[in-house]
């Protein structure tokens, strides 16, 4: 049957649509019979041999790890590739890996394994158990999953404190007030966010994850989903708006004169102007005279630069996100817009 339409032969589906139609009515009688006692034990031995077994092989990759100072970076390597995919399709593996003793020894080789990118793979691994997860965050937190802030100093190489970021904000932004308590109390979690911000040899995927997880904090300390751990209201946005130094490195962060790198650092300058929204917004007067002065000359920096591109018909979508920020930009200088609303995803 072929298509009039078409120099080419094919199937006229619309005349097969038809023809079915009007000569088949569904009724015919149905030639379904049950699966004999033989079949369905065929099947159940198929569907058994066909089947992987997700503990069996997180077992494998776990005995793999174990002893994992006398072996190469490759075997452990691929041992952490397997348990991350096992993770990753199903997260109840994370669990899974903690109940045969996995979890713990994954922590160990995060901290003290000798070569750095089986430490940043664990670390990815750690990142992915415990992200949304309470049960893990709680589990990790026992183990001593906070010692991440010191490892953050110990590691040399940039990917890892980057990968440790990732894998401390996961733990942190956790329901579970011991953690946070010990983290904003005990530790001086703020004051380490702070030395990081502050240090110039961060870099902007690390700083990115700090943001992150500042605007989350800023935003739970809000919702008052943490004050009653503190017990002082607003603790997190107090301190940094009673830190100039902070305040002043955020806002040379905003940066619209290397335009290499315009498009690449929109998400690092959104989260930090997002930060310092939610930081002006919530206490009147916070926007010093000098404060508005240097948002006055970034919004209008910011608009030759936007001009600039569309008068050369530049990059469309990087005049789109340039304009977004120019409206979150005008917003902070105007006292207006609610940035305790917006909400971003991981």
């Given at each position: 049957m072929?298509?009039?339409?078409?120099?080419?032969?094919?199937?006229?589906?619309?005349?097969?649509?038809?023809?079915?139609?009007e000569?088949?009515?569904?009724?015919?009688?149905?030639?379904?019979?049950?699966?004999?006692?033989?079949?369905q034990?065929?099947?159940?031995?198929?569907?058994?041999?066909?089947?992987?077994?997700d503990?069996?092989?997180?077992?494998a990759?776990v005995?793999?790890?174990?002893?994992?100072?006398?072996?190469?970076?490759?075997?452990l390597m691929n041992?952490l590739?397997?348990?991350?995919?096992l993770?990753?399709?199903?997260?109840?593996?994370?669990?899974?890996?903690?109940?045969?003793?996995g979890?713990?020894?994954?922590?160990?080789?995060?901290?003290?394994?000798?070569?750095?990118?089986?430490?940043r793979?664990a670390?990815?691994?750690?990142?992915?158990?415990?992200?949304?997860?309470?049960?893990?965050?709680?589990?990790?937190?026992?183990?001593?999953?906070l010692?991440?802030?010191?490892?953050?100093?110990?590691?040399e190489?940039?990917?890892?404190?980057?990968q440790i970021?990732?894998?401390?904000?996961?733990?942190?932004?956790t329901?579970?007030t011991?953690?946070?308590?010990?983290?904003?109390?005990e530790?001086k979690?703020?004051?380490?966010?702070?030395q990081?911000i502050?240090?110039?040899?961060?870099?902007?995927?690390?700083?990115?994850?700090?943001f992150f997880l500042?605007y989350?904090?800023?935003?739970?300390e809000?919702?008052?989903n943490?004050?009653?751990?503190?017990?002082?209201?607003?603790?997190?946005?107090?301190?940094?708006?009673?830190?100039?130094?902070?305040?002043?490195?955020?806002l040379?962060?905003?940066d619209?004169?290397?335009?290499?790198?315009?498009?690449?650092d929109?998400v690092?300058?959104?989260?930090?102007?997002?930060?310092?929204?939610?930081?002006?917004?919530y206490?009147e007067g916070?926007?010093?005279?000098?404060?508005?002065?240097?948002?006055?000359?970034?919004v209008?920096?910011?608009?030759?630069?936007?001009?600039?591109?569309?008068?050369?018909?530049g990059?469309e979508?990087?005049?789109e996100?340039?304009s977004?920020?120019?409206?979150?930009?005008?917003s902070?200088?105007e006292?207006?817009?609610?940035?305790?609303?917006l909400k971003?995803?991981?």
């Amino acid at each position: 049957m072929t298509s009039n339409n078409s120099k080419t032969p094919g199937i006229d589906w619309q005349g097969l649509f038809k023809w079915s139609s009007e000569y088949s009515d569904g009724t015919g009688t149905s030639k379904f019979t049950a699966l004999t006692k033989e079949e369905q034990e065929w099947l159940s031995k198929v569907m058994k041999d066909c089947t992987y077994n997700d503990t069996d092989m997180m077992t494998a990759a776990v005995k793999a790890l174990t002893d994992h100072t006398n072996k190469s970076a490759e075997e452990l390597m691929n041992a952490l590739e397997e348990l991350q995919d096992l993770i990753d399709v199903h997260s109840s593996n994370s669990t899974n890996l903690n109940n045969i003793g996995g979890f713990k020894l994954l922590m160990e080789i995060m901290f003290t394994n000798q070569h750095s990118k089986v430490r940043r793979l664990a670390l990815s691994v750690f990142s992915l158990s415990v992200q949304n997860n309470v049960e893990m965050q709680e589990i990790a937190h026992n183990h001593g999953a906070l010692e991440l802030m010191y490892q953050y100093v110990k590691e040399e190489e940039e990917k890892n404190k980057e990968q440790i970021m990732g894998a401390f904000s996961s733990l942190i932004r956790t329901p579970i007030t011991s953690i946070k308590a010990e983290f904003f109390s005990e530790m001086k979690g703020l004051d380490w966010l702070q030395q990081i911000i502050l240090e110039k040899k961060a870099s902007k995927r690390t700083l990115k994850k700090v943001f992150f997880l500042l605007y989350d904090l800023i935003v739970k300390e809000t919702d008052k989903n943490i004050d009653t751990v503190l017990y002082q209201d607003s603790l997190i946005k107090d301190y940094i708006l009673e830190n100039n130094k902070m305040i002043i490195r955020m806002l040379k962060m905003i940066d619209y004169e290397d335009e290499e790198n315009l498009f690449s650092d929109n998400v690092l300058r959104e989260f930090i102007i997002n930060c310092l929204g939610a930081l002006f917004q919530y206490k009147e007067g916070s926007v010093t005279k000098d404060i508005f002065e240097y948002l006055r000359a970034k919004v209008s920096d910011l608009q030759q630069k936007i001009k600039q591109i569309q008068d050369s018909k530049g990059d469309e979508d990087l005049v789109e996100i340039l304009s977004k920020e120019n409206e979150l930009l005008t917003s902070i200088l105007e006292n207006k817009g609610d940035f305790l609303l917006l909400k971003y995803h991981k």
